[in-house]
């Protein structure tokens, strides 16, 4: 993109400026690199790092002093041995023993390689690898066994493919392709891994999980894969398993034809799907790094390859081009990235909800990959619990109000009680006042428990009653 390009398109994407911005300006690595204590040789690895990898590069010249130069040697021979096995001038039968020998080079004091083919991008590592191996004789030996072990085995992993007949016209298996993917990247996170606990940076626990590992390197290759399917078919190689492909067309070249479009992105799907059965394992590993500096490193390629997933998913570009993730998303993602594990289970989870969000119905493929979307969701549910403000709201207010439905029972159980003393009370008081009334008016009531007093009463009542008839009696004679 021109200079003019990008002002117009920055112009019309601010954010992506932004992005680029912030982590020019605020970034601030855990470690700084110091090349003026450094010697020529080792000033000459570093450039030829940059010039590899720039992303890589970035992140390991960031890693504290112990881990920086075992690393970038590490990433430089691996390098080296992928630039051997990548190179497409060079036949089979040249390249398998180089591969297979090229542990003894590292320890030949000035071996140098020149014969890749002029357009080989990394053709200049090898020509200068001389400086690789007289940095190598410095490092401490349990770093140095576990590079030289590694690249043993991932060199004749690589050998054995390149002399696979089968394996020149192309991957035939998904378990083919799980198994390259293995030594090409599998290996490394072994390596990785080993150096880390060396270093006392990660958890010693990560050596007895060794899937996990697998799952870090396997993410980032079968993103690869994935994304570089238009380059690699130009240079008449295939990685994607026969078993997947041949499910959606005759003919590998169809992938690539207009004409099987819809075809070709339902098989991208699946591949898609392979590589996301890998996420929660990254994220379990990932927990396990006890420095901030490598946890960086482990963590900037795994949320650049969830965004690259993203970006792939569902698009037919990667047939007729190749595309990667804007420079203004790999800054913002190298700032999250760089911060902690939750802020990384962020990214992967706002990642995988655009891919849950982008699943066609129509594809054959949809309930599988919504599963998976779910299960890395749910995994990351089960690391850090969502607080969701509203639904604290909800369980708070919902707490509330039972808890005033509870006061307003004991409420209502005291009134009812109050109000039946109130009843009784007013009941007596009114009693009281009759019963004093009568007394007062001269009621006799001794006469309930005197019975003297009642027979004298009764007495006194029926003489009174005789009299009164007697006077009567006599009112009528004299009438």
């Given amino acids: ?173 998904v378990a083919q392709y799980e198994e390259y993917c293995h030594y090409v990247a599998g290996l490394v996170g072994e390596g990785l891994t080993r150096i880390f606990v060396e270093g006392n940076t990660a958890n010693p626990a990560l050596l007895e999980r060794m899937e996990l590992t697998e799952s870090m390197g396997q993410f980032l290759q079968k993103t690869n894969i994935i994304r570089d399917v238009h380059e690699d078919f130009e240079d008449k190689r295939r990685f994607w398993p026969k078993d997947v492909w041949s499910k959606y067309v005759d003919k590998w070249e169809d992938m690539f034809d207009p004409k099987y479009r819809t075809q070709a992105v339902h098989c991208s799907s699946e591949m898609v799907l392979n590589a996301l059965k890998h996420a929660d394992e990254c994220l379990f590993y990932m927990a396990g790094i006890k420095e901030q500096s490598v946890f960086n490193f482990v963590a900037i390629p795994q949320s650049m390859a969830i965004a690259t997933l993203e970006l792939v998913f569902q698009n037919p570009k990667i047939f007729h081009s190749h595309i990667k993730i804007t420079k203004g998303d790999a800054c913002h993602l190298m700032m999250q990235s760089t911060q902690n594990l939750r802020v990384v289970c962020e990214v992967f989870k706002v990642y995988t909800r655009r891919i849950a969000r982008k699943n066609d119905p129509r594809d054959p493929h949809y309930l599988e990959i919504s599963v998976a979307c779910g299960k890395i969701e749910q995994f990351i549910e089960t690391l850090f619990p969502t607080q969701d403000a509203k639904k604290l709201k909800a369980i708070q207010e919902s707490q509330g109000q039972d808890a005033a439905a509870a006061a307003r029972d004991q409420s209502d159980f005291w009134e009812a009680i109050l109000l039946v003393f109130a009843v009784v009370f007013v009941l007596l008081f009114v009693s009281a006042l009759m019963l004093g009334g009568a007394w007062y008016m001269g009621a006799r009531f001794d006469v309930l428990w005197d019975k003297e007093a009642a027979a004298t009463l009764k007495a006194a009542s029926l003489k009174g009653a005789a009299k009164a008839t007697a006077t009567t009696l006599a009112a009528h004679e004299e009438l």
Wanted: aromatic content about 10%; glycine content about 6%; hydrophobic content about 40%.
């Fill in 1 to 173: 993109m021109g200079g003019l390009g990008s002002a117009l398109y920055y112009m019309f994407h601010p954010n992506q400026l932004r992005s680029i911005v912030q982590w020019k300006v605020w970034h601030e690595p855990v470690h700084r690199r110091d090349p003026d204590k450094e010697a020529p040789t080792l000033k000459s690895c570093f450039e030829l790092l940059n010039l590899t990898s720039r992303s890589f590069a970035t992140v390991i010249q960031e890693l504290q002093p112990e881990m920086l130069v075992p690393i970038a040697l590490f990433y430089l021979v691996l390098r080296g041995l992928d630039t051997i096995e990548d190179d497409m001038t060079l036949d089979a039968k040249t390249k398998e023993p180089m591969l297979r020998e090229f542990s003894k080079y590292m320890k030949k004091d000035g071996w140098t390689f020149n014969g890749s083919g002029p357009s080989e991008k990394d053709r200049d590592l090898l020509v200068h690898f001389d400086d690789v191996i007289a940095e190598l004789k410095k490092i401490d030996k349990k770093y140095y066994d576990i590079i030289e072990d590694i690249t043993i085995k991932m060199g004749n992993g690589m050998a054995d493919y390149a002399m696979n007949a089968e394996f020149l016209d192309g991957v035939k298996t």
